[in-house]
T-cell receptor
Framework: GIQVEQSPPDLILQEGANSTLRCNFS?????LQWFHQNPWGQLINLFY???GTKQNGRLSATTVATERYSLLYISSSQTTDSGVYFC??????????FGTGTRLTIIP | DTGVSQDPRHKITKRGQNVTFRCDPI?????LYWYRQTLGQGPEFLTY????????KSRLLSDRFSAERPKGSFSTLEIQRTEQGDSAMYLC???????????FGSGTRLTVV
């Protein structure tokens, strides 16, 4: 079946470090999004990126649709970056299939 | 534009009771989605509306669940005869047809005791 897998499942970093989160998907997508879920449960849309590269401040994302993966880069990590990062994809319908998430903990 | 609003934020109910949640999407968004998230998992799709029409329902949405979006504005999700397995965070999101970036609400956390 259709799958969205993320790695690593957990990541603990010192404040100021850089990180790369990976999302692999099993089929062609017509939509891929990255979300940050904060400790209070709020899901924040970071990027809508079915292909190509986008940057927003310290965050950037790249999706290589032909190779079925996407990467989220976080530079100069801050404690407020802590939380769970999800990628989610549409596979030809309106249903977003979420990955398993990467739990990021930034230590001061 | 105040984002997607969900009410209540928390609900504790006894098993067997009915509960209803409300979602107010961003006003210009014509698509509205309901998802459910259990502890340690990613959100799972339940159903979605385009304007007032309910266009897709997940197998997760048993007969005890019903969703409506009268007049294509706010939506309600009702769970009848709640079970302990219904305990979860219920998330609402909205988007416009031409741009599939979702905006999620803060969710309603349901605890069935």
């Amino acid at each position: 079946g259709i799958q969205v897998e993320q790695s690593p499942p957990d990541l603990i970093l010192q404040e100021g470090a850089n990180s790369t989160l990976r999302c692999n998907f099993s089929d062609s997508v017509n939509n891929l999004q990255w979300f940050h879920q904060n400790p209070w449960g709020q899901l924040i849309n970071l990027f809508y990126i079915p292909s190509g590269t986008k940057q927003n401040g310290r965050l950037s994302a790249t999706t290589v649709a032909t190779e079925r993966y996407s990467l989220l880069y976080i530079s100069s990590s801050q404690t407020t970056d802590s939380g769970v990062y999800f990628c989610a994809a549409n596979f030809g319908n309106e249903k977003l299939t979420f990955g398993t998430g990467t739990r990021l903990t930034i230590i001061p | 534009d105040t984002g997607v609003s969900q009410d209540p934020r928390h609900k504790i109910t006894k098993r067997g009771q009915n509960v209803t949640f409300r979602c107010d999407p961003i006003s210009e968004h014509n698509r509205l989605y309901w998802y459910r998230q259990t502890l340690g998992q990613g959100p799972e799709f339940l159903t979605y509306f385009q304007n007032e029409a309910q266009l897709e329902k997940s197998r997760l949405l048993s007969d005890r669940f019903s969703a409506e979006r009268p007049k294509g504005s706010f939506s309600t999700l009702e769970i009848q005869r709640t079970e302990q397995g219904d305990s979860a965070m219920y998330l609402c999101a909205s988007s416009v047809v031409e741009y599939n970036g979702y905006t999620f609400g803060s969710g309603t956390r349901l605890t069935v005791v």
